[in-house]
């Protein structure tokens, strides 16, 4: 596995115009490069914990045993440890598939004819 520094913001954004620019602190992660796609069968499970995991914390909270989430998802423990080590993991791969559906939606409306019917749509979109 290799690694890459990403540089990651510590000035809030609304701060970005103000001064010389944001500071920065480095953080290392693993690189995406080397990643081999999916089975069917791996890509179908991790759906459905990630649906699964999406319904349960909404219910429940992130506090709910991730066995719920496994039962939930039709998987066993050991399959949803395989795709997200930790419960931290789970909870981020769901905020960062929202974020790319949102990310898609709005590329959708980016074009659109009628920019304000097109922002109102998106932020009806964004608030479901």
């Known amino acids: 596995m290799t690694l890459e520094r990403l540089r990651v913001g510590t000035t809030p954004v609304a701060q970005w115009g103000d ?4 500071e920065f602190d480095e953080v290392t992660v693993p ?5 081999r796609p999916l089975r069917a069968d791996a890509a179908k499970n991790r759906a459905l914990i990630l649906d699964a995991a999406e319904a349960v914390f ?3 909270g992130v506090s709910v045993p991730i ?6 998802a039709g998987v066993g423990v ?3 440890y395989r795709h997200f080590p930790t419960k931290e993991a789970l909870f981020e791969a769901i905020v960062v598939a929202r974020i790319d559906r949102l990310m898609e939606t709005a590329g959708n409306y980016a074009h659109a004819v009628e920019p304000g019917e097109a922002l109102f749509s998106f932020l009806r979109e964004f608030a479901v």
Request: proline share 10%.
């Open 67 to 72: 066995d719920e989430v496994a039962r939930r």
């Open 19 to 22: 001064g010389p620019g944001p």
């Open 78 to 80: 050991g399959t949803l």
């Open 31 to 35: 690189a995406q490069t080397d990643a």
């Open 58 to 60: 909404a219910e429940a």
